[in-house]
């Protein structure tokens, strides 16, 4: 198993580009969850899908939007790039109400 | 709103020496789960305290849970060049699906 797999891994785009993070998981399970983590603030999160075919905001859904694309994948969208999106980009899954899988993180810089 | 704040923010310990962190939440949490991620990589489960007062040990790692279920602590006795990393506490109200991240915090070992 691979457990929850990102990409890119790293990725930089000048200001008003679009791009899309791609998250997929082959555990099987229903919630997924995107974040995003800078210094000194800790994960804060983006949007989740708590099951197929639903999404809901996080803390700071403004300037994302996502797409429970099937069970196993979850994808986040930025459609206008700004320099305030530079971050670290964290996927993760979790079954029930138990421990939260993370991939490997996308490392995003705005120009 | 849900705030977790975790204290101290950096920590830099002597190989040997014991290390403990904080996590206090504004409201009452029906869970809370640990994480550590080491340099360069992504969150990874430690454990998850459930009880009101419920202690927990790994090896060296000993986790609390607060009595009123608004605080928790991981302390790491002799300290290892291995417990390098950031220490997340991440707790959830009942009900919710969501987690909330504290800020995290980073300890150095110094060899």
């Known amino acids: 198993n691979a457990g929850v797999t990102q990409t890119p891994k790293f990725q930089v785009l000048k200001t008003g580009q679009s791009m899309t993070l791609q998250c997929a998981q082959d555990?099987?399970?229903?919630?997924m969850y995107w974040y995003r983590q800078d210094p000194g603030m800790g994960l804060r999160l983006i949007y989740y899908?708590?099951?197929?075919?639903?999404?809901d905001k996080g803390e700071v859904p403004n300037g994302y939007n996502v797409s429970r694309l099937n069970k196993r994948e979850f994808s986040l969208r930025l459609e206008s790039a700004a320099p305030s999106q530079t971050s670290v980009y964290f996927c993760a899954s979790r079954a029930g109400l138990n421990e939260q899988f993370f991939g490997p993180g996308t490392r995003l810089t705005v120009l | 709103g849900q705030q977790v704040m975790q204290i101290p923010q950096y920590q830099h310990v002597q190989e040997g020496e014991d290390f403990t962190t904080y996590c206090n939440s504004s409201t009452t949490l029906s869970n809370i789960q640990w994480y550590k991620q080491r340099p360069g990589g992504h969150p990874v489960f430690l454990i998850q305290?459930?009880?009101?007062?419920e202690v927990k040990k790994q090896k060296r790692l000993t986790f609390q849970f607060g009595e009123a279920k608004k605080n928790s602590s991981l302390h790491i006795t002799a300290t290892q060049t291995t417990d390098v990393g950031t220490y997340f506490c991440a707790g959830r109200n009942t009900g919710a699906n969501n987690l909330f991240f504290g800020t995290g915090t980073r300890l150095t070992v110094i060899p």
């Open positions: 899908s708590a099951s197929e075919g639903t999404t």
């Open positions: 555990m099987n399970h229903n919630s």
């Open positions: 305290l459930v009880k009101s007062g």
